[in-house]
Structures are given as C-alpha cells and as structure tokens.
C-alpha cells in the first residue's frame, strides 16, 4: 500500500461490530487504478467519497466471495449503486475492492439474499410412496396434497427466509 494514498474511513456500527474495529484503510490509488480503464471513477477522490458513503450507511451487508471479507453496498442515486469489500487482516480492516454499478446490480443482490426452499414432495424415496396422508398432515402441507390423484401441487404461498440482514 503506498503511504501517500492510504485513507482510514470510519464504519457503520454493524459493520465495527461484525469486524471487531471501528475503521478501516483503503489504498484509493490502487482502487482507482483497477477501474482506470473503464473510466468507472473521474478520480481517486470520487472512489474515496463512494468509500465514506457505503461504509458509513450501508444498505446491505452479507458475505463476500472472498473467505473471511464482508461485502457493503449501497445505492448511491437513482442509477447507481456502490460496493465495496473489507477484510480483516490481523486486527486491521483492509477495503480491498470498491466499485459502482447500475442500480440494477443492487436489485440483484438484494434478490439473491432471499433464499428460496424447494417444494418438498413427502415422498419415501424407494417406494415412491406419500409418508402421510392428507388427514395426517397440517398447515400449508394439507393444502398441498391432492389426495385424489396421491400428487403433491407446489404451493402458490411464496416462503422466504432472509440470509443476512440489510441496513436503511
């Protein structure tokens, strides 16, 4: 990291609670210079500014792809959203990637937090028999048993469990 374009930015509560430390560091000119060719930031201080705002508010916070890193992201106006992924280094909270996107990105990822379960059918898996039948079962898995046909029907109730949680 180069001395000169270190900037320490100060974290969301939830953020310095999940990292164990209320700051991290971030070389702006590294960052900058890895979107320098698709022209995604006008200078270090626009990445420096998009930095500040997810960090300090963010709207989602989950895992990211890299083991043991954090993934913040925040819609930043009506067509752009920012990212950013920080990891904790021996203590030290490291910001090592930040990028703007379309808002569509963000809908996406929002999308993705949601985990949808598969239908269960209730079927033992050898004889490809029903487990219970129809007076057995209770709650939405009664509604979804047809017991003329002994077909399952997949529920129009949509179950949904959220896996992490988002910030406002």
């Not at 890895?34 to 022209?39: F, G, L, M, P, Q």
């Not at 500014?49 to 989950?62: D, L, Y």
């Amino acid at each position: 990291m180069s001395p000169n374009t270190l900037r320490i930015f100060e974290l969301c509560n939830e953020l310095a609670t999940l990292l164990s430390d209320k700051q991290a560091i971030a070389d702006i000119k590294r960052l900058y210079e890895k979107h320098s060719e698709d022209k995604m930031f006008k200078d270090m201080e626009e990445v420096a500014q998009m930095i500040k705002e997810v960090a300090q508010k963010p709207e989602i916070i989950t895992e990211a792809k890299t083991s043991n890193a954090l993934l913040a992201a925040k819609r930043l106006n009506s067509e752009k959203m920012g990212d950013i992924v920080i990891v904790n280094n021996d203590g030290q909270n490291v910001i090592i990637h930040a990028n703007k996107k379309r808002l569509s990105a963000f809908e996406k990822l929002r999308a993705s937090l949601v985990e949808t379960p598969t239908p269960s059918t209730h079927r033992d898996l050898p004889t490809e028999e029903l487990i219970a039948q129809k007076d057995e079962l209770s709650g939405a898995n009664a509604r979804s048993v047809n017991s003329d046909s002994n077909s399952t029907k997949e529920s129009n109730q949509s179950q949904t469990t959220p896996k992490t949680r988002r910030m406002r």
